[in-house]
T-cell receptor
Framework: DGGITQSPKYLFRKEGQNVTLSCEQNLNHDAMYWYRQDPGQGLRLIYYSQIVNDFQKGDIAEGYSVSREKKESFPLTVTSAQKNPTAFYLC?????????????FGEGSWLTVV | AQTVTQSQPEMSVQEAETVTLSCTYDTSESDYYLFWYKQPPSRQMILVIRQEAYKQQNATENRFSVNFQKAAKSFSLKISDSQLGDAAMYFCAYRSPHSGKGQGGSEKLVFGKGTKLTVNP
């Protein structure tokens, strides 16, 4: 089945550690996105990529980094510089950058700082 | 920058009844796209319905329909014949047609804070 796979589902990070969240899609979509969701809040854009080897910062990129070496993969690294990383992270994709296209979401990853 | 407001943090409806979720947005653009997403307890975001601002006709998808009032910048979601499986968080979202390198551009969805819908048997 086509879709977006995020892993791990649950991740615990110690203070000072970097962690990487995986996002893989087999939908042949050009555009990929990372969103963060905090309790009682909507989603906020962290980073997005419209094509391989290119990505741009969203609204809350500080403390995060990404790469887009392959069309199907868009991993997100939460660095130690991110002061409040505990949140639910959603990866998404769309066929291209046209704004009328549907953005599809993965099942998300929970990150908790311990 | 565009903003999306959902004024109802929680709503409840009896099974088989109809419920309407409110959404207003603020924009200076004349063309844009609006979406309603559902987030069930599994937390995956699922598209419910979408509306293009240039279309006057309200979008419908089976039991789900919208009341799009462009002048009032209102985009409410009506769920008819509510089912237990409709219980979820519902998010209204806005997307600009113009690229803005991340700030107010078409690269992102701007979400409201959501409405938690409870369906009572």
């Amino acid at each position: 089945d086509g879709g977006i796979t995020q892993s791990p589902k649950y991740l615990f990070r110690k203070e000072g550690q970097n962690v990487t969240l995986s996002c893989e899609q087999n939908l042949n979509h050009d555009a990929m996105y990372w969103y963060r969701q905090d309790p009682g809040q909507g989603l906020r854009l962290i980073y997005y990529s419209q094509i391989v080897n290119d990505f741009q910062k969203g609204d809350i990129a500080e403390g995060y980094s990404v790469s887009r070496e392959k069309k199907e993969s868009f991993p997100l690294t939460v660095t130690s510089a991110q002061k409040n990383p505990t949140a639910f992270y959603l990866c998404a994709s769309s066929i291209d950058r046209w704004p009328g296209n549907t953005i599809y979401f993965g099942e998300g990853s929970w990150l908790t700082v311990v | 920058a565009q903003t999306v407001t959902q004024s109802q943090p929680e709503m409840s409806v009896q099974e088989a009844e109809t419920v309407t979720l409110s959404c207003t947005y603020d924009t200076s653009e004349s063309d844009y796209y609006l979406f309603w997403y559902k987030q069930p307890p599994s937390r995956q975001m699922i598209l419910v319905i979408r509306q293009e601002a240039y279309k006057q006709q309200n979008a419908t998808e089976n039991r789900f329909s919208v009341n799009f009032q462009k002048a009032a910048k209102s985009f409410s979601l009506k769920i008819s014949d509510s089912q237990l499986g409709d219980a979820a968080m519902y998010f209204c979202a806005y997307r600009s047609p113009h690229s803005g390198k991340g700030q107010g551009g078409s690269e992102k969805l701007v979400f409201g804070k959501g409405t938690k819908l409870t369906v009572n048997p």
